[in-house]
């Protein structure tokens, strides 16, 4: 299977591309975590990146977010080298949320969030009407507005992840990274925030590229998936039309099934959760 | 993961280590014996195990071979000790030392030899003072399953107010510098069996019950529920801390305290892949009897002149490319990042302010009442306010600059473990500035300062040169070997160049004595350049606490911005160091007490600390002055002193 560079098909060239990597190698000890990756990122899209656990889609979400500086290839940010950008000014267009964050001590939510500001905010300066609004807007878009003033520590590991959206939404970026957002959530919560995500998608364009687990909900809430495997790029598209079982069970080394979602009809994925062939084989002959 | 477990490159077998250990230890000591003149020949040593009636038997009976005995001894107890702590204990930071076991021994022994009207054997002296010294440490910790940095800093705290009580102590029985020097850094000097007859015993057996633990030791390796799954209980780790107590215990009682060869030599052993107990404590006791020996011999020989360079200065003078090796080619298990910077709370800024203002007066008042006598009236107030008020001034600078070094390098390290006496910078700047003494430039002239910031500076290039920094329980490690390699070059310094007393005590605990206006000014340039760092750099480290990748992604160069935020705090230490000294635990421990005023947020917690820095330094300075008055105890030596118990305190509120 070849990776397919979405930047190769002219017609979506005409819808410009806001991120694009071209040949992205990154290397650990001889090691490459990053092997030869060439992905467009279509500005006010959701992309999500999925693999197995040490594919490299993290490396691949440093890299496309400056980062970590790819050992070979170039990144794009709006046709700018991200190379040449300096970090304050990637800073005031990207936002990242890394898989997991360390907290310090004694920070309460209002004092995370407020250093999303950072980059907006000239050298010697304080918080301004303009800080103090984002700051606001970006507590009550993960509703915390009850724990601003609560620590860090003391929250749930999912309320803590929600703070740190917030921070990242504080930043006003254009263009916001989450390596795992969904991982410490509880179902409810997952849905909120893919919600809310899905909202600032929508009503003011932010452009989302996202590491997410769950292939189901990839199908549900991303526009175009990074299929990555050992570091390449396995394949690019919609969720709907890559995501067949041949290419998700060569992607995971496991077997995926993929029917038809009963209510919308979109591709549905099936996890061989226990995967011992015989076993389940033999049951069904006996019946 | 097991503590200390090592992924070594390649693995050497045993085998060999042991033989050319047992070779290196033969040969040092016949050259141990042969040392000191030409007194002893190749001869005598062949016939010593005859006893023939001469001079030089009658030398290697009495003086030499106690002391070889001696050596060999505290080097195996001090390994085994520091082996089986690092088990029990799943820390590789552990050790008779950090754990505060040593200082605690010590503590005892000055104690019962200084103060006591009585006789208290010392052996039972130094074993109750180390399980005084362990309790603590474990107490403040956290217990027994602490997290590994937490015990260090429990444990480093504890030795640092432990060593500087037995400072004071040494100081009111005997006003020579040479007595506190000798006390506070190990000599293994003999004088007949005696000593090393005492202890013989005990040593016996507790080397012995460890050997019947080696088993066990393996378990417990394993970890708290696998161990307790396999049969093994408590008991079995009360008797394991026990014996390594009782061998801490022993050593003390023969050469001092002597550090990092229990630290050191485990770790080693095991950063070489060697994991079995039953390997790992007897090549801990041979290399560690061959590092003391070492050291032993390399004292002799650089104290020829009738001076005597106490043998526990040049191990520790070893401590630090020990410790490097060993980081560079050893990965130490436990790899994690302490979860968070220190716990804070926060009071409301206009309390905190009323705290900080009467906390301030009542320090300035105190300092310029209080000295050799109280000021009760303006007339004697006046009479000694020129004086004083030097002093006070002086003491106030150097605190807010340890204060800001403290907070930046916690910030720039992101590890509460960090400050200018942790990491070397506090040492490096003291040596520089004994260096620069004896070099004839006069204290507080710019040329002066200058050679104090190239100490420092050197201390935070062999910090940072060498890449061992990847987590801080790395960099902290190494940090408090530098810091001993260059406190025991200080010493080295003031014993060969016969340094006054009060000059050498200035720059090696940090002393305010006869200080005068000009220090004041000379120190106003490093205070406006500290204050100017805070205000442009407290939003940059409020964001690099987040750790790099958040930082990065809000824009901010990480490396470069640590590299200025180190610099600027070697540049505060400099500035500190070459007006009153090393003065300990005020960088380390203002950070932290301001964090539990204030908050972690840095245009709040730089202010304070600062205040409580300087604070701390005024009352320690005035308390020192008042002590034992005509004569003073150094300002360090108190800050010690009082930093303890506002130390206890912190790790209790945060343990609750
Ligand atoms: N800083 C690093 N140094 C060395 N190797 C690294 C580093 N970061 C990642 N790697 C290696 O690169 C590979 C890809 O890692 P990466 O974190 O990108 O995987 P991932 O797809 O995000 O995995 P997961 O699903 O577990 O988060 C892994 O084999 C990892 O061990
Ligand atoms: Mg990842």
Request: hydrophobic residues 55%.
């Amino acid at each position: 299977m070849t990776a397919v560079a979405m930047a190769a098909d002219p017609a979506e060239k005409s819808q410009g591309t806001i991120i694009q990597a071209t040949d992205v190698s990154v290397v650990f000890n001889g090691m490459a975590a990053v092997d030869r990756a060439s992905v467009a990122i279509r500005p006010g899209r959701i992309t999500a990146i999925c693999g197995a656990n040490g594919s490299g889609k993290s490396t691949l979400l440093k890299c496309l977010s400056g980062l970590e500086a790819p050992t070979s290839g170039a990144v794009l940010l709006a046709g700018q080298a991200l190379a040449g950008l300096s970090r304050g000014q990637i800073a005031r267009q990207v936002a990242v949320l890394g898989q997991n964050p360390e907290t310090p001590a004694g920070l309460n939510v209002e004092e995370l969030v407020e250093q999303g500001r950072y980059p907006h905010r000239p050298w010697l300066t304080r918080l301004r009407a303009g800080d103090r609004d984002a700051i606001e807007r970006a507590i009550a878009a993960v509703d915390l507005k009850d724990m601003r003033q609560r620590q860090l520590a003391s929250l749930s590991g999912g309320e803590r992840q929600r703070a740190w959206v917030a921070m990242a939404l504080a930043q006003e970026p254009q263009i916001l990274f989450l390596d795992e957002p969904t991982s410490f959530l509880d179902v409810r919560h997952q849905a909120e925030l893919l919600t809310l995500l899905r909202r600032l998608n929508r009503e003011e364009g932010l452009t989302i590229i996202a590491v997410l687990h769950d292939l189901n909900q990839v199908v549900e809430f991303a526009d175009d998936v990074i299929l990555m495997k050992k570091g390449q790029v396995l394949s690019t598209g919609a969720p709907v039309e890559i995501f067949t079982p041949r290419l998700l069970s060569h992607a995971f080394g496991c077997t995926v099934d993929v029917v038809p979602h009963p209510h919308t009809g979109r591709p549905f994925c099936l996890i061989d959760w226990v995967a011992d062939r015989s076993d389940r084989d033999g049951a069904r002959d006996h019946r | 993961m097991r503590p200390g477990s090592v992924h070594a490159a390649s693995a050497i077998s045993p085998r060999l280590i042991f033989s050319s250990g047992l070779v290196l230890l033969i040969v040092l000591a016949i050259l141990a014996l042969m040392q000191g003149g030409s007194l002893v020949a190749w001869s005598d040593i062949a016939a010593a195990p005859f006893r023939p009636e001469t001079l030089a038997q009658a030398i290697i009976e009495t003086i030499r071979a106690p002391r070889l005995s001696a050596a060999i001894l505290v080097g195996i107890c001090l390994a085994v000790a520091g082996a089986v702590m690092q088990t029990v204990l799943r820390n590789p930071l552990a050790a008779p030392d950090i754990l505060a076991v040593t200082t605690g021994a010590q503590l005892a022994l000055v104690i019962v030899t200084l103060l006591l009207p009585f006789y208290v054997p010392s052996l039972a002296a130094t074993v109750f003072g180390g399980v005084f010294g362990g309790l603590a440490c474990l107490t403040l910790g956290g217990g027994l399953r602490a997290p590994p940095v937490r015990l260090a800093l429990a444990g480093i705290a504890v030795s640092l107010s432990f060593a500087a009580i037995s400072s004071a102590i040494v100081l009111m029985a005997d006003d020579r510098a040479s007595g506190i020097v000798l006390w506070s850094a190990g000599i293994l000097d003999q004088t007949g069996w005696t000593k090393v007859a005492t202890v013989g015993p005990a040593v016996a057996i507790g080397l012995f019950v460890v050997a019947m633990m080696a088993r066990a030791l393996d378990l417990l390796g394993l970890g708290e529920d696998s161990a307790k799954g396999l049969g093994i209980t408590r008991t079995v780790t009360v008797l394991a801390l026990g014996a390594s107590v009782v061998l801490a215990g022993a050593a003390v009682t023969l050469g001092g305290p002597i550090g990092f060869v229990g630290l050191a030599v485990p770790n080693l052993i095991r950063g070489i892949g060697i994991t079995r107990h039953r390997q790992v404590i007897p090549l801990s006791a041979l290399w560690g009897a061959v590092v003391v020996l070492l050291a032993d011999v390399t004292a002799q020989w650089l104290s020829a002149e009738g001076s005597s360079i106490p043998t526990g200065a040049i191990v520790a003078c070893l401590g630090a490319p020990t410790m490097l090796i060993l980081l560079r080619f050893a990965r130490i298990g436990q790899e994690q990042r302490p979860r968070a910077l220190s716990i804070s709370s926060r009071l409301p800024a206009g309390i905190l302010l009323a705290i900080l203002l009467v906390a301030s007066a009542i320090a300035v008042v105190l300092a310029l009442a209080v000295g050799d006598g109280v000021a009760k009236t303006m007339a004697e107030l006046a009479a000694v306010f020129d004086l004083r008020a030097p002093r006070l001034l002086v003491a106030m600078g150097a605190g807010m600059l340890l204060a800001g070094a403290g907070v930046f390098l916690q910030a720039a390290t992101r590890n509460p473990l960090c400050g200018p006496e942790t990491l070397g910078l506090a040492q490096g700047a003291a040596l520089f500035s004994l260096a620069a003494l004896l070099g004839g430039l006069l204290p507080g002239s710019f040329g002066f300062q200058l050679v104090a910031a190239a100490g420092s500076f050197a201390a935070l290039f062999c910090l940072f040169a060498f890449g061992v920094h990847r987590t801080p329980e790395r960099l902290v490690l190494y940090g408090i070997a530098l810091a001993a390699s260059l406190g025991a070059c200080g010493t080295i310094v003031v014993v060969e160049a016969r340094l006054q007393a009060t000059q050498a005590l200035s720059w090696l605990a940090g002393s305010t004595h006869a200080r005068g206006m000009d220090d004041v000014t000379a120190l106003l340039p490093w205070l406006a350049f500290l204050l100017i760092a805070a205000v442009s750099f407290c939003s940059r480290l409020d964001v690099l606490v987040l750790g790099d990748d958040t930082a990065r992604s809000l824009g901010l160069s990480t490396s470069r911005t640590r590299f200025a935020a180190a610099a600027m705090a070697a540049t505060f230490v400099a500035g500190a160091v070459s007006s009153i000294g090393a003065i300990g635990f005020v960088g380390l421990l203002a950070p932290h007490a301001a964090r539990l005023l204030a908050g972690p947020k840095h245009a709040r917690l730089l202010p304070v600390s600062m205040a409580l820095g300087a604070i701390l330094v005024v009352i320690a300075d005035m308390v020192g002055r008042s002590i034992i008055a005509p004569r003073e105890l150094p300002a360090g030596i108190v800050t010690a002193l009082v930093g303890a118990p506002v130390f206890a305190l912190l790790m209790h509120r945060r343990r609750s």
